[in-house]
């Protein structure tokens, strides 16, 4: 395809970005601007959604409210006494290849980069329970759906989540998508105020990367086409 040199320096630019955006496990605690967090969320609204519904609703954690959060998630955590479950199921309830096998590689090759040996089971629990703690970024970003909408307005959130985590990529700033927020739903909800229709659909961390962090070095493997793609002639 014959491409202007205006064209081929954008498809240039949107590729690095895509390529470059990872999940980032450690950031420095350098405050990021609201006008760069508004600019942000302005841009990747421009997500597509079936008739334009838009169904996302972002909450903007910093300060005293990120720290309530983060404070009383984490006590939860430590307590581990069972009450706290996801409201909606991430993920299946028994893994199968190949996607077992993926999960399994991405996770020993973290543990790998900052020290975790199997078996380390403690090791193993006080890195999940960063994720509490925003990985120690200082904006966190909790997203919410009306639970009256249908399946494809979470197929509408996945464009506009993905949309946050490039729009911060091309900005310098680095995300990490959290799903592990879920099971602390009614912790949320209290310390959010949100209302019964509201339904958390996942965090993400925001910030600026720490260069220093080993884990994040981190880049996950992606599959190769002939695992997904199926061509019909």
Not at 49 to 54: E, F, P
Not at 106 to 117: E, S, T
Not at 135 to 150: E, K, N, Q, S, Y
Request: net charge negative.
């Amino acid at each position: 395809m014959k491409q202007t040199p205006e064209i081929a320096f954008t498809q240039d630019a949107v590729d690095r970005i895509m390529k470059a955006r990872r999940s980032v496990r450690a950031f420095l605690p350098d405050p990021v601007p609201d006008a760069a967090i508004d600019e942000i969320l302005h841009i990747a609204a421009r997500a597509p959604s079936g008739t334009n519904t838009q169904p996302w609703r972002v909450h903007v954690l910093t300060g005293a409210t990120r720290a309530r959060l983060v404070d009383e998630v984490c006590k939860a955590f430590d307590a581990a006494d069972g009450s706290h479950t996801p409201e909606y199921d991430y993920y299946p309830p028994e893994f199968f290849e190949p996607y077992l096998g993926r999960r399994r590689k991405v996770g020993w090759d973290l543990y790998g980069l900052i020290g975790i040996a199997k078996g380390d089971g403690p090791r193993m629990r006080a890195q999940h329970r960063k994720n509490f703690e925003f990985f120690g970024a200082p904006v966190g970003l909790m997203f919410t759906i009306d639970r009256r909408l249908g399946q494809g307005s979470w197929l509408d959130y996945g464009m506009f989540l993905q949309n946050v985590m490039l729009a911060a990529e091309a900005r310098g700033l680095a995300t990490c998508p959290q799903a592990a927020w879920i099971d602390y739903h009614r912790i949320i909800a209290e310390v959010l105020g949100l209302p019964p229709n509201e339904q958390v659909v996942c965090g993400i961390a925001l910030g600026w990367p720490d260069p220093a962090s080993p884990e994040n070095t981190l880049v996950s493997e992606r599959a190769r086409l002939d695992e997904f793609v199926v061509r019909h002639e």
